[in-house]
């Protein structure tokens, strides 16, 4: 046993693989080092189980800290995961998060029904009214929480403003970077304290996995890490390798998906069958200065269908090269309504009040010929208006 062992070593010794390998062990040997870790500093930053920290899960980790121009940043086993555990770890410095109406549904379900079942002290705001947040946010508020891009309006958020308003009284900001993506903001550079994405969607690409992470300084990164531990909900090393390869071609895939999301939301402006088009590069949109990186507006369009709910879901189910799906991100277009998918838990007052128009369309643009994507979305819109 131990002669193999020795063999196996000098072996790993002389071989540097270019990509990270797939450490798919729940344990690692124990040694001197690790035991002085575990004593330490509760075996943080030493491999000895991989619920706390496995070599891949880390490698995907600091791509994503990397493109976020962050200190450090943890995996966690989905988007949710790392909301919850992250909202739930600061929410121990004070009771009360102010957090915007324009969030993804599930998100809207934590803050508006698990957070308050806990104990703590949610206050829901318009994202778009900067007097609302001002008056929301008193001091001994832990948290301040948006959307950078919000799913599925696509309003970008003033996170400069809401970064002061939240440090003033003490809080920190928190934001879903998931829509927006590195590609066109940087959170952390606007003011923001933590970023948190569902790595599900654009940053590891394929919709082939599910995925989580935090983005921050390293104590904040290690103070949610903590807790993450005793919740839970530490990510694969196989799905970790996924997000790591992914990332490999990200700036590659948003470019693409970008430019065509651009000339989808231009073209669909002109459509006689569209009430009006949500995209954050079109001429005319409303929205905070200097949020977005210089020619960068995403891979995400919503558009709003004339007929309501019952026209935008039979052209959906006219459309040929986007696939009718929930999630958002992958090589692939994905379309889905959100009053009936990802923000199926709104009633129609919830819905209206957070701006989810009746017939709206929401795209995830993928790496298909653009010209195809949207001749094809034409012809189901023209289809339908003819009946
Ligand atoms: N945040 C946003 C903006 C999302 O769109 C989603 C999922 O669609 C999530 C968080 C949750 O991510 P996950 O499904 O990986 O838990």
């Not at 934590?110 to 001091?139: C, H, M, N, Q, Y």
């Not at 949500?278 to 005319?284: D, E, K, M, T």
């Amino acid at each position: 046993m131990t002669g193999r062992a020795e063999k196996s070593e000098g072996y790993v010794a002389r071989t540097r693989p270019v990509v990270p390998p797939i450490y798919q062990s729940a344990t690692f040997y124990l040694d001197d080092l690790a035991y002085k870790d575990i004593q330490q500093n509760g075996g943080l930053t030493e491999h000895w189980y991989s619920r706390f920290a496995n070599p891949t899960v880390d490698a995907a980790a600091a791509e994503i800290a990397l493109l976020e121009g962050a200190e450090a940043a943890m995996m966690t086993s989905s988007g949710m995961a790392a909301i919850a555990t992250t909202l739930v770890t600061l929410l121990q410095s004070g009771r009360r998060i102010v957090a915007a109406r324009q969030v993804y549904g599930d998100t809207r379900d934590l803050l508006v029904r698990d957070l308050p079942a806990l104990g703590f002290d949610v206050a829901v705001v318009d994202s778009a009214d900067l007097d609302a947040w001002a008056e929301a946010i008193t001091p001994g508020t832990a948290i301040v929480y948006a959307e950078t891009l919000s799913n599925p309006q696509l309003e970008l958020t003033n996170l400069p403003v809401l970064a002061d308003l939240a440090h003033k009284a003490g809080a920190k900001l928190v934001v879903d970077n998931t829509f927006a993506t590195p590609y066109t903001v940087n959170p952390l550079r606007l003011g923001a304290d933590i970023v948190v994405h569902s790595a599900t969607k654009f940053l590891s690409g394929h919709s082939d996995v599910i995925a989580g992470v935090v983005v921050s300084d390293r104590e904040t990164v290690t103070e949610i890490q903590r807790r993450m531990i005793t919740f839970g909900g530490c990510l694969d090393p196989h799905a970790a390798f996924l997000v790591w390869r992914g990332l490999q071609t990200f700036d590659v895939r948003l470019e693409r998906s970008s430019a065509t999301a651009l000339k989808l939301a231009q073209r669909l402006q002109d459509h006689p069958g569209v009430e009006s088009v949500r995209y954050p590069g079109l001429a005319g949109y409303e929205g905070p200065a200097d949020v977005l990186k210089p020619g960068r507006s995403g891979a995400m369009v919503a558009f709003t269908v004339r007929g309501g709910n019952d026209r935008a879901l039979k052209v959906m189910r006219r459309l040929t090269i986007a696939s009718e799906a929930t999630s958002l991100g992958g090589v692939e277009t994905l379309v889905s309504t959100p009053f009936n998918s990802s923000h199926f838990s709104l009633s129609p007052q919830e819905l209206a009040a957070a701006r989810i128009d009746e017939g709206m369309l929401r795209f995830s643009c993928g790496l298909e010929d653009a010209e195809d994507l949207i001749s094809d979305v034409e012809r189901a819109l023209d289809e339908t208006s003819a009946g």
